[in-house]
T-cell receptor
Framework: GNSVTQMEGPVTLSEEAFLTINCTYTATGYPSLFWYVQYPGEGLQLLLKATKADDKGSNKGFEATYRKETTSFHLEKGSVQVSDSAVYFCALSDPQGAQKLVFGQGTRLTINP | EAEVAQSPRYKITEKSQAVAFWCDPISGHATLYWYRQILGQGPELLVQFQDESVVDDSQLPKDRFSAERLKGVDSTLKIQPAELGDSAMYLC??????????????FGQGTRLTVV
C-alpha cells in the first residue's frame, strides 16, 4: 500500500539556519505529493504541493521537488524564522485511488531566536 | 475566506459514554474526510464521503464508530462506547477534486477528545 516516511524529529535550529526535512514515499501509480503544516492549536494547512515528477512546489520560502527516481519530496528553506516553528507533515494522494491523503508521522520544528 | 467548521473544539468524556463530533465542510465540496490524529503521529483516515455516500471506511472501527452525512453537506462522527485509546484529535477535511485528482484538502481546527 501507499506510505510516507519522514525524518524523525524533533528538529531544533537557530534563526536563519538552513532547513531540510526528509520525506520518502512508497506508492503504486503516480501520486501527488504535499507538505502540510500544523501550527500550535490549529488545523493542518497546505504549505506546498507537486503533482508530477520534477515539479517543484514552493510557498513562503519553502521548496520541495518531486523526485521520482529517489521517491522523495524533501522540504527545504534557506533561512528559517521563529514563526516557522510548527509540525510539518508530508503526504501523498494517489489520483487513481479514492483521492485520500496518506500522511507521514510529522516532524516537529522549533526555531530559536 | 471559506473554512471547514468543527465542533466542539474540546471534549472530555468518561469511558463507556457516547460522544459525537460535527463537521461543516466548505460549501460545494463534495468530498468529506474524517481523520484521527493520535498525539505525535500523522493523521489517519477513518472515513471518506463522496456526497452522502461512504467511499472508504476500511479503517473505521465499526463496532464503536459511526459516521453519517445524510444530506451530503455536514457530517457527524459518533463513538459509542468511548474507550481510553480513543483519546486523540479528530480532524475533518473537505475537498473538491478536479478531473478526479485531489488538488488540496482543507482541514478544520479539529476536536480534541480526552477519554477519562
Amino acid at each position: 500500500g501507499n506510505s510516507v516516511t519522514q525524518m524523525e524529529g524533533p528538529v531544533t535550529l537557530s534563526e536563519e539556519a538552513f532547513l531540510t526535512i526528509n520525506c520518502t514515499y512508497t506508492a503504486t501509480g503516480y501520486p501527488s505529493l504535499f507538505w502540510y503544516v500544523q501550527y500550535p492549536g490549529e488545523g493542518l494547512q497546505l504549505l506546498l504541493k507537486a503533482t508530477k515528477a520534477d515539479d517543484k512546489g514552493s510557498n513562503k520560502g519553502f521548496e520541495a521537488t518531486y523526485r521520482k527516481e529517489t521517491t522523495s519530496f524533501h522540504l527545504e528553506k534557506g533561512s528559517v524564522q521563529v514563526s516557522d516553528s510548527a509540525v510539518y507533515f508530508c503526504a501523498l494522494s494517489d489520483p487513481q485511488g479514492a483521492q485520500k491523503l496518506v500522511f507521514g508521522q510529522g516532524t516537529r520544528l522549533t526555531i530559536n531566536p | 475566506e471559506a473554512e471547514v467548521a468543527q465542533s466542539p473544539r474540546y471534549k472530555i468524556t468518561e469511558k463507556s459514554q457516547a460522544v459525537a463530533f460535527w463537521c461543516d465542510p466548505i460549501s460545494g465540496h463534495a468530498t468529506l474526510y474524517w481523520y484521527r490524529q493520535i498525539l505525535g503521529q500523522g493523521p489517519e483516515l477513518l472515513v471518506q464521503f463522496q456526497d452522502e455516500s461512504v467511499v472508504d471506511d476500511s479503517q473505521l472501527p465499526k463496532d464503536r464508530f459511526s459516521a453519517e452525512r445524510l444530506k451530503g453537506v455536514d457530517s457527524t462522527l459518533k463513538i459509542q462506547p468511548a474507550e481510553l485509546g480513543d483519546s486523540a484529535m479528530y480532524l475533518c477535511a473537505s475537498s473538491s477534486p478536479r478531473g478526479g485528482e485531489l488538488t488540496e484538502a482543507f482541514f478544520g481546527q479539529g476536536t480534541r477528545l480526552t477519554v477519562v
